[in-house]
């Protein structure tokens, strides 16, 4: 998992982005924190841009939120 870190205009555009699919799925930050085995409170930092997260979990998040292929390359 990423460190605490201040936001830049990358990791807010992308903490929308994960925050979107992951509303569009109909997950709540509780319960897709509860499949990554994360806090709900990393969740919300990571869709805030304050915290990040490796390649790999960013990819589990997407996925479980039905985001694949192409569509989850172009936000990696």
């Known amino acids: 998992m990423g460190q605490s870190r201040e936001s830049?205009?990358?990791?807010r555009?992308?903490?929308a982005e994960l925050r979107t699919r992951r509303?569009?799925?109909g997950w709540s930050a509780l319960h897709l924190a509860q499949k990554m085995g994360w806090a709900a409170s990393t969740?919300?930092?990571i869709?805030?841009?304050?915290r990040g997260a490796t390649a790999v979990n960013l990819a589990t998040y997407?996925?479980?939120c039905g985001v694949v292929g192409e569509e989850q390359?172009?936000?990696l």
Do not use: C, D, I, K
């Not at 869709?47 to 304050?50: D, F, L, R």
């Open 47 to 50: 869709e805030t841009g304050e």
């Open 8 to 11: 830049t205009a990358r990791s």
């Open 62 to 64: 997407l996925a479980l």
């Open 13 to 15: 555009f992308l903490g």
């Open 73 to 75: 390359a172009a936000l």
């Open 43 to 45: 969740v919300s930092r």
């Open 23 to 25: 509303e569009e799925a």
